[in-house]
């Protein structure tokens, strides 16, 4: 499995973009780039997910180095409920079978 | 659509005894996993299937049992409980597709928070 480095915490002020950065140098060609968060006492949740080409969605984008080894989750404007733990996973296989780390835990402040 | 239900939310137990946890999800996904969340941590897999009648295990399966008898239900045996179980356990599902399945995306349940002492 490739594995990611993330920084543990990051703080953000609210309705300010915030940047989640992940490191994944191992990562292989045919690895997906996956990102949940888990807010306090849930389960987690998707946010985006892609290959290559950066991604949008209605939660977030995706930016996704050229050479792949490294990604950004953009939160465009950060509010008080994307207070949460992101977690950047990168896998193949089934999608069964995903490698949580620790994640970066995300304050984000009034 | 409920999505992926756990049951039961709390639960404590005795060193030794055995129980059972349930998940069901009713969004006919082929994939299934249980992953367990220990404080402060990640979480890490423990077994998974791929459809009805074929399981395997994760990262960390010692001393949990499962099978998948139907697409909806996998359910979680814990043999006998030990403190080290200690943990918040996670159901997930999610759709098998037709191309590169890990693609797709995982469906959480709201997790079993479970105590043993």
């Known amino acids: 499995d490739a594995k990611t480095t993330q920084p543990n915490s990051m703080e953000s002020n609210e309705e300010e973009p915030v940047h989640l950065p992940c490191n994944h140098s191992?990562?292989?060609?045919?690895?997906?780039i996956h990102w949940y968060r888990q807010l306090p006492s849930q389960g987690p949740e998707y946010v985006i997910h892609?290959?290559?080409s950066n991604v949008n969605n209605r939660m977030a984008s995706l930016a996704i180095a050229e050479d792949r080894k490294s990604s950004t989750l953009i939160l465009h404007r950060a509010t008080l409920r994307d207070a949460a733990v992101y977690y950047c996973?990168?896998?193949?296989?089934?999608?069964?079978?995903?490698?949580f780390g620790t994640g970066t835990r995300l304050q984000v402040t009034l | 659509n409920a999505g992926v239900t756990q049951t039961p939310k709390f639960q404590v137990l005795k060193t030794g005894q055995s129980m059972t946890l349930q998940c069901a999800q009713d969004?006919?996904?082929?994939?299934m996993s249980w992953y367990r969340q220990d404080p402060g941590m990640g979480l890490r897999l423990i077994h998974y299937?791929?459809?009805?009648?074929?399981?395997d295990q994760g990262e960390v399966p010692n001393g949990y049992n499962v099978s998948r008898s139907t697409t909806e239900d996998f359910p979680l045996r814990l043999l006998s409980a030990a403190p080290s179980q200690t943990s918040v356990y996670f159901c997930?599902?999610?759709?098998?597709?037709?191309?590169?399945?890990?693609?797709?995306?995982?469906?959480f349940g709201p997790g079993t928070r479970l105590t043993v002492t």
């Open positions: 997930a599902s999610s759709y098998s597709g037709t191309g590169f399945s890990s693609s797709y995306e995982q469906y």
């Open positions: 191992t990562i292989s060609g045919t690895d997906y």
């Open positions: 892609g290959l290559t």
């Open positions: 996973i990168t896998d193949t296989g089934t999608a069964s079978k995903l490698t």
């Open positions: 969004m006919n996904h082929e994939y």
């Open positions: 299937s791929v459809g009805a009648g074929i399981t």
